[in-house]
């Protein structure tokens, strides 16, 4: 039984680190496209008017894209809380250093000087 634990959660692991990695780079392609926008419009001699909706709808796919890696950051901290539950406590999944659990609290938006 703990075999088959172990393989599924093996399978669940799997699963959340490719959607980790997938999040992450759409968020990194979708900044490079928002960034790289305005220089050709300008390259090209055009209108700081031309292409603002296109920059504006960009900017906002790359805040739903930071919604969504927290909340697949989310995701990946209730699994570590259910490892125990299911016997699991001691097995340690995929290779990188993970933060402070202090690092991992949202910390709500401030305003700064202008």
Do not use: N, W
Not at 28 to 57: N, W
Not at 63 to 72: D, K
Not at 93 to 113: C, D, F, I, T
């Amino acid at each position: 039984m703990l075999k088959q634990r172990r393989m599924i959660a093996d399978q669940v692991a799997a699963s959340l680190f490719e959607a980790e990695a997938a999040i992450d780079a759409a968020l990194a392609k979708t900044a490079g496209l928002a960034g790289v926008m305005p220089g050709l419009r300008a390259d090209a001699g055009l209108s700081a008017l031309v292409g603002q909706g296109a920059v504006e709808r960009a900017s906002e796919a790359i805040a739903l894209l930071a919604q969504a890696r927290r909340a697949i950051c989310e995701t990946h901290r209730e699994l570590d809380v259910a490892k125990p539950q299911i016997g699991l406590g001691a097995v340690m999944y995929g290779g990188a250093e993970k933060p402070p659990q202090a690092a991992l609290v949202a910390r709500p938006l401030r305003a700064v000087a202008s």
